[in-house]
């Protein structure tokens, strides 16, 4: 065969992927990812000479590309073909890596991991191995503050689901497992200080506003259940952390420990197999044990329709990339209110680069969104964003008024709390540009419920985020 | 801009491709070359110029020196620059740090890396040295010039060209179709060698060596920097096949940088088949000049450390490469002093020759993890745990990690292997362009949504 017929052919091929890439019509969301697109950069002085408006460009054109959750998933898949499946062992995901499932961590820096004093020379690191075992404890302190300072860095660089797949990220995923019992988690690692630093800024909001009654309820992630044996060593102690912050509340701040509740649930769907969340019937169970601490009626599950979601298969797919999991989709359960009435009003933000910027005009909307079967974003049924303040106002009239600081597992708690209080307003950690003394003062709010899961309660991002609210 | 990037492969190779083929009509007229230089210098300067604005300004000054120097007979003026700059950019934040560390000033300015620094340097360097030598002429055309030293195929990994071997390319060359028919392929194998082998190898790499001191095992230390051997290999090998099959389309033929490296018979035999312009450059310009091994043991023994110790710094500007280097220069006196005294290693019996094999595979392996941690104390962790325990009985992450990447694995020691005399999938066949067109679309599929995966050598 003549060799000019494989350069036609060759160049053929790509001019056909060229005219894909050019002229399809460029994606501008993911669904698998659950995030917005980068868009094209804008053109600044300062842009150019640094680099980023060049660079930009790169990143949109690779970021945008036609049909990218489809082609994705076929990258996927291809690189599931690197190796064995994991049939009914455990498979990891990037764990203790720092490394991150997702491109755009990938971006970031890893942690520097400071030496430990004394160890600056090429001749150091032949000095007995003793010598740096007795630097251990001083250096995991450097590097928890290291891993400390990188979480607040990244985290306050990207939007919600990022940060989601940056908790993923730093810890690494477990598989395990198979068919209709495979189980995607992501393992834990927080530290005790964080922890006392959450609840310490739990307390502040009390010493704050000494009239509202401030509850605490850290809400534990799926590992801290559902770890085989032998991924324990790989995984921290929530249980740990959730006692280190009820022992920290002060006498007047109400912990709203649920780990045993759920503890007792577990052979029930209370967690999701293919997302990072908990599941609607988790949440219920919570909100129930918070609902007995905050003394106020509560609604039994025999009050609420029950709503399917089926085939839906959730974030741990695209960041565990994990094609075991794809192929073992779950229903998503969740349960609507119908003895009830009441109305929601959301104010939406607009962000910038994942950040808000400024509000926009309230609007009324549908507290449980609707999605189809098989869509990836079924737990965002409840309230369809976190980039919004929602407030929902109830027929229960009992003059309660409750505000959730929460991240994206808080927002299944709100919807069963409609036959406890008279309005519930909701607000996310990460989207919030008021002063929440002005907004609790605004609104005649009596009650204060922090809903973040144990991942987040850990990092010292969420705790700067919460203080800042009580000073701007 | 890296070429293993959708906009590079998408939108800049085509605009070139494009420009020079009007080029090529145009230069047709005359037979001359120079519509085409034109415009791979327009597009070399815009190549850089889109990762590094301000530097290009670092690049265009240093051609302007050479040419200056050059025409005028100081090349060492030049070669001094250059020696410059490279302690500025390069290891600038190092020694600011070490002066902080040793109580001096903090410092107060954070130097960042023009990328490319340590290879176009050396390949100014070559020229002058060359034309102060009276190998070659100096370069009338600072364009010319400016294309010798920027040119965007080589310019940011190498391989590191000498003037004189494409001093007549620049001038005048020919592009067949058996050249592009060559060029594609090989630009595609060094696609899919960093893209579906190396970029892969980087999760296994993080995985393992990345991992928390106390939680890697000895088999994670070693499947770790197995791994990374095996990534580095492929991701700097891919780079210079993408840059020799570019230099062929367009007429230029750049040396080989790697001889399959893992198949060495001894560390001295690695370094002629791992980086060979780089080694190549070392031997000519500092060893050879410094009397080579016409000279007394001592001093012998001087210019090796000396040679490797450069070497090893060349890498980057920490510590442990300076280590790197000196753990190779000691290997190779030990070598040359005791078992290559006598013969080379393809002169010895075949049970001497696979074990000269294993050993040098091993040390190589060893070298790496140097390499790897730039961190002294994760070092120093890392060889406990590689030769001295660590050993978890149930090792669960380290057996899913193997698991989950065997396929790749036994890919990429394949792949190590020398090319088979007859090619598996001549380009002049089906198979051949059926396995061409799914490297392609494979490697096309991986970067879709990557936003970042540098070259590893672009750092250095």
């Not at chain 1, 993923?168 to 393992?187: D, E, H, P, Y």
């Amino acid at each position: 065969m003549n060799k000019r017929i494989y350069l036609i052919a060759v160049l053929l091929w790509f001019l056909a992927i060229e005219a894909f890439l050019l002229f399809a019509k460029r994606s501008e969301a993911s669904e698998l990812e659950r995030r917005k697109l980068n868009t094209f950069p804008e053109l600044t002085a300062d842009a150019y000479w640094s680099g980023d408006f060049t660079e930009g460009i790169s990143n949109w054109f690779s970021d945008t590309v036609p049909m990218r959750d489809t082609l994705m998933e076929q990258a996927m898949t291809l690189m599931g073909a690197k190796g064995l499946a994991g049939g009914s062992g455990v498979v990891f995901v990037g764990v203790g890596t720092g490394a991150a499932p997702a491109e755009n961590v990938q971006e970031t820096e890893p942690a520097p991991v400071a030496a430990p004093s004394g160890i600056h020379s090429v001749a150091d690191v032949w000095a007995p191995y003793e010598a740096l075992v007795d630097e251990h404890d001083r250096q995991i302190a450097e590097e928890e503050a290291a891993k400390a300072h990188r979480n607040e860095r990244i985290e306050k660089d990207f939007n919600g689901a990022v940060d989601d797949q940056y908790i993923l990220a730093k810890n690494g995923i477990i598989v395990t497992g198979s068919g209709a019992q495979t189980r995607a988690m992501m393992l834990y690692g927080g530290n005790k200080d964080v922890a006392v630093s959450y609840a310490q800024m739990v307390n502040h909001y009390k010493e704050v506003m000494p009239k509202v009654n401030v509850y605490c309820m850290p809400i534990p992630t799926s590992i801290a259940y559902y770890c085989p044996a032998e991924a324990l060593r790989y995984t921290g102690s929530q249980v740990d952390r959730i006692n280190d912050m009820m022992e920290t509340f002060s006498d007047d701040v109400v912990g709203v420990d649920i780990y045993s509740v759920l503890g007792e649930h577990t052979d029930e769907p209370i967690y999701s197999r293919t997302d990072h969340h908990w599941a609607p019937l988790g949440a219920f169970y919570a909100a129930q044990k918070f609902a007995e601490e905050a003394d106020v009626p509560f609604m039994e599950l025999s009050e609420y329709e029950e709503k399917h979601i089926n085939n839906y298969v959730g974030t741990m797919y695209m960041w565990s990339k994990s094609q075991q999991v794809k192929d073992n989709p779950e229903t998503f359960v969740y349960y609507e209110p119908t003895s009830l009435e009441y109305r929601t009003t959301y104010i939406d933000y607009v962000t910038q680069n994942g950040n808000p910027v400024k509000e926009e005009a309230p609007h009324d909307g549908h507290f449980f969104q609707k999605y189809p079967d098989g869509h990836s974003d079924a737990y965002c049924t409840f309230m369809g964003s976190d980039e919004r303040i929602t407030q929902v106002h109830t027929s229960t009239m009992n003059g309660r008024k409750l505000l959730v600081i929460k991240d994206s597992f808080g927002n299944a708690v709100p919807g069963y709390l409609f036959g406890s209080f008279q309005e519930v307003h909701v607000i996310d950690y990460r989207y919030f540009l008021r002063n929440v003394v002005e907004y609790v003062a605004e609104y005649g709010i009596t009650d204060i419920l922090f809903a973040h899961n144990v991942s987040h309660a850990t990092t010292p991002y969420i705790v700067t985020c919460c203080e800042r609210f009580l000073t701007r | 801009m890296i070429f293993a990037d959708l906009f590079f492969i998408y939108i800049f190779l085509p605009a070139f491709a494009l420009c020079t083929m009007i080029a090529h009509f145009a230069d047709a007229r005359d037979g001359g070359m120079r519509f085409q230089n034109a415009v791979l210098i327009v597009f070399s300067f815009v190549f850089y110029a889109w990762g590094e604005p301000i530097y290009v300004f670092l690049i265009l000054a240093g051609v302007f020196v050479d040419y200056v120097c050059a025409m005028t007979g100081h090349e060492r003026l030049a070669v001094a620059f250059h020696v410059l700059s490279l302690v500025v950019f390069k290891y600038g934040n190092l020694i600011l740090a070490t002066v902080e560390q040793a109580g001096g000033p903090a410092p107060l300015i954070d130097i960042r890396l023009p990328i490319g620094i340590s290879f176009y340097t050396f390949q100014s360097v070559t020229y002058l040295l060359d034309v102060r030598r009276g190998v070659c002429e100096p370069q009338r055309n600072p364009f010319y010039l400016f294309l010798y030293i920027a040119m965007f195929p080589q310019l940011v990994a190498g391989p590191i060209v000498r003037y004189r071997t494409i001093e007549r390319q620049i001038r005048s060359r020919h592009i067949r179709s058996s050249d592009l028919v060559y060029g594609v392929n090989r630009f595609l194998t060094g696609l899919a060698k960093k893209v579906l082998l190396a970029n892969q190898l980087a999760e296994l790499t993080a995985a393992t060596l990345d991992t928390d001191p106390q939680m890697m095992s000895t088999g994670m230390a070693w499947l770790g920097i197995f791994a990374f051997a095996l990534q580095i290999y492929f991701d700097f090998s891919g780079y210079s096949d993408m840059a020799i099959g570019m230099g062929r389309c367009m007429g230029f033929r750049f040396e080989e940088n790697f001889d399959s490296p893992y198949l060495c018979a001894s560390v001295t035999d690695f370094w002629r088949r791992w980086h060979i312009s780089l080694g190549t450059f070392f031997r000519d310009y500092v060893y050879i000049p410094l009397g080579g091994n016409r000279v007394s043991g001592t001093r012998h023994i001087f210019n090796i450390m000396l040679v490797w110790l450069l070497t090893g710094f060349w890498h980057g500007a920490h510590w442990n490469y300076l280590l790197w280097g000196l753990y190779y220069g000691l290997l190779l006196i030990i070598e040359k002093y005791t078992v290559l005294k006598n013969a080379e290693p393809e002169d010895r019996a075949l049970p001497a020759r696979i074990a000269g094999h294993v050993a040098s595979l091993f040390f190589v392996l060893a070298g790496w993890g140097i390499f790897y941690f730039e961190d002294f104390s994760r070092m120093g962790y890392f060889f406990r745990n590689l030769f001295f325990g660590n050993v978890v009985a149930n090792d669960t992450l380290c057996a899913g990690l193997f698991r989950q990447n065997l396929f790749l694995l036994i890919v990429c020691v394949i792949a190590c292997l020398p090319k088979p005399r007859k090619r598996l999938f001549s380009t002049a066949s089906v198979p051949g362009i059926i396995w061409s067109v799914l490297l392609l679309t494979a490697s096309t599929l991986l970067l879709i949504g990557a936003t970042s995966n540098p070259f590893l050598y672009t750092r250095f």
